[in-house]
C-alpha cells in the first residue's frame, strides 16, 4: 500500500478519492471515501482530528465510495456528494456531519438510483461536481467505467439526466 502524511495525518491513496473543501466549521477539510470494502465517509479537519465519518451506503454494498466536495446551493459549507465504486449506481450528498443534504426547492433529499438500464455494463464509478450548462446551478457528474470506454454521465441535483449526456470519452 501507498502512504501519504498529510499534515500529520496518515492517509490510504490506493484508489481512495481524497478531495477538500471547506467541510468543517474551521474552514477546509479532507474528505476522504473508502477505496474497498465498507462504504465509509470520513471528513478531517485540519489538524489531523476526524470530525465525522459515517456509511454512505449498506454495508453489504462492499465497494467502496467515490467522493466530491462542492457547494450545492451557495449556503454554508460545502456538500459532500458520493458515489459507490460498485453495483448499483445510487448518487447521494450529504452535510459534512454526515446528514443528509436536503434540496430547500424540493424539501427532499439528494438521493437517488440511476437505473442499470442507463448505466449499462458499467464495472464502476466516480463522481465529480460542475455547473456544465452554466445555468449557475452545480450538476453531478458520474464517470462510469464500461468495457472498452468511459462515459461521463451528467445529473441535476433532483436525478433528472442533464439533455445531452452521457457522452463517451
Do not use: C, H, M
Amino acid at each position: 500500500t501507498a502512504n501519504e502524511i498529510i499534515d500529520g495525518f496518515a492517509v490510504t491513496t490506493d484508489g481512495a478519492t481524497i478531495a477538500v473543501g471547506p467541510v468543517t466549521p474551521t474552514g477546509n477539510g479532507i474528505v476522504a471515501g473508502s477505496a474497498s470494502g465498507t462504504p465509509v465517509v470520513r471528513v478531517v479537519d485540519a489538524t489531523g482530528l476526524v470530525v465525522a465519518d459515517w456509511l454512505t451506503y449498506p454495508p453489504q454494498t462492499n465497494g467502496g465510495t467515490s467522493v466530491a466536495v462542492a457547494n450545492l446551493d451557495g449556503v454554508g459549507n460545502a456538500e459532500i456528494v458520493t458515489v459507490p465504486y460498485t453495483g448499483p449506481l445510487r448518487v447521494r450528498a450529504f452535510n459534512s456531519d454526515g446528514s443528509p443534504f436536503v434540496l430547500s426547492t424540493t424539501a427532499q433529499p439528494v438521493d437517488f438510483v440511476v437505473p442499470s438500464g442507463v448505466t449499462g455494463a458499467a464495472t464502476g464509478f466516480r463522481v465529480a461536481v460542475a455547473d456544465i450548462d452554466l445555468d449557475d446551478r452545480r450538476e453531478l457528474l458520474v464517470i462510469a467505467d464500461v468495457p472498452g470506454a468511459k462515459k461521463v454521465f451528467a445529473f441535476e441535483l433532483e436525478g433528472t439526466a442533464v439533455t445531452g449526456w452521457p457522452t463517451d470519452r
